[in-house]
């Protein structure tokens, strides 16, 4: 099992950058894969970006490629999500999320998951 522990998130205005971040402990991580995810209020899990541990090997959701960065610091367990640019339409509550062998977008083959962080973009 991997605890997830997220910090990052708050209120910023439109265009700001927010960096979030995602601390792994538990297991070991050789084919762990971290993914980052957001649901806006009545909408589904939105796939963002994902990381491989060991390669480095990351995925994006076209939406945001442009204005997002996924990275690892491996010394301290820690996966960022660096946000640029940020819309209103970014408003959701963030989550990092876990599982080994998979580093795709299907939220349900994720079963680590992080406690969950606002995300507020006003205008």
């Known amino acids: 099992q991997v605890q997830l522990g997220q910090s990052g998130g708050g209120l910023v205005q439109a265009g700001d950058s927010l960096t979030l971040s995602c601390t792994a402990s538990?297991?070991?991580?050789?084919?762990?894969?971290v993914a980052w995810f957001r649901q806006a209020p009545g909408e589904a899990h939105e796939f963002l970006a994902s990381i491989r541990w060991t390669s480095g090997q990351t995925k994006y959701a076209d939406s945001v490629k442009d204005r997002f960065a996924i990275s690892r610091d491996n010394a301290k367990s820690t996966v960022y999500l660096v946000m640029n640019r940020l819309q209103r339409d970014d408003t959701a509550v963030y989550y990092c999320?876990?599982?080994?062998?998979?580093?795709?977008?299907?939220?349900?083959?994720?079963?680590?998951w992080g406690q969950g962080t606002q995300v507020t973009v006003s205008q």
């Open positions: 538990g297991r070991t991580f050789s084919r762990l894969a």
């Open positions: 999320a876990a599982t080994e062998g998979y580093s795709g977008d299907a939220s349900e083959l994720y079963d680590n």
